[in-house]
Nanobody, 121 residues
Framework: QVQLVESGGGLVQAGGSLRLSCVAS????????VGWYRQAPGKQREYVAL???????NYANSVKGRFTISRDNAKNTVFLQMSSLKSEDTAVYYC???????????????WGQGTQVTVSS
């Protein structure tokens, strides 16, 4: 079963930047998109961004214009570049392999440990 490993989190001041990485343990995976999600303390996990197998991207309104999702297929890695970070971006960030199309996707891989992002104000 595929495993996804997130990394790159840390403590950063408001207005700063971080780049998260999501690495899949296997190649030739069957999926339609890779998504980033986050979960803040006491809140439900929420969608952040996704990139499809064709390279199309989509972002939650709360991060649009500040976050950029990209991928390196040769390295089975998806990145999330986060800029102009705000305290409300503080959360554990997860990635997942998605199936679906258009505006409807669902997760298909086990959730990993995630990577903690803490933004100090």
């Amino acid at each position: 079963q595929v495993q996804l490993v997130e990394s790159g989190g840390g403590l950063v001041q408001a207005g700063g930047s971080l780049r998260l990485s999501c690495v899949a343990s296997a190649s030739r995976l069957s999926f339609d998109a890779v998504g980033w999600y986050r979960q803040a303390p006491g809140k439900q996990r929420e969608y952040v961004a996704l990139i499809t197998s064709s390279g199309s991207t989509n972002y939650a309104n709360s991060v649009k214009g500040r976050f950029t999702i990209s991928r390196d297929n040769a390295k089975n890695t998806v990145f999330l570049q986060m800029s102009s970070l705000k305290s409300e971006d503080t959360a554990v960030y997860y990635c997942n392999l998605l199936r679906g199309s258009g505006g409807s996707y669902y997760s298909t891989s086990p959730w990993g440990q995630g990577t903690q992002v803490t933004v100090s104000s």
